[in-house]
């Protein structure tokens, strides 16, 4: 069972916003850091944003202002709101939790298995 499964992704156009969920099960929610990180074609995973369980942001310097994490606690979810999408956002967006201490930038232990973010321009 994969303990972190990703929904909202799909193609828009340049200015649109999404809103990604990420639904965590099987891990004690309230102890983990979730977070997203994303994957555009050709290039390296990237940190987007992560949310500690005090609800503590952080975010990549080039996604602050545009996206903003969430959590639900009793729904054990984590939302990505998207806005003002560009087309150099087009990319895998993957949900990524930890539970180390460290920031969830440096590193996750489960991951889910991505969805698809595509704007056209």
């Known amino acids: 069972q994969v303990p972190l499964v990703e929904s909202g992704g799909g193609l828009v156009q340049a200015g649109d916003s999404l809103r990604l969920s990420c639904t965590v099960s099987?891990?004690?929610?309230?102890?983990?850091?979730v977070g997203w990180f994303r994957q555009a074609p050709g290039k390296e995973r990237e940190f987007v944003a992560a949310?500690?369980?005090?609800?503590?942001?952080d975010y990549a310097d080039s996604m602050k202002g545009r996206f903003t994490i969430t959590r639900d606690v009793a729904k054990s979810a984590v939302y990505l709101q998207l806005n003002n999408l560009k087309p150099e956002d087009t990319a895998v967006y993957y949900c990524a939790a930890a539970n180390n201490g460290r920031p969830l930038r440096t590193g996750a232990r489960h991951w889910g298995q991505g969805t698809q973010v595509t704007v056209s321009s």
């Open positions: 949310i500690t369980p005090r609800e503590i942001t």
């Open positions: 099987g891990l004690t929610f309230r102890l983990y850091s």
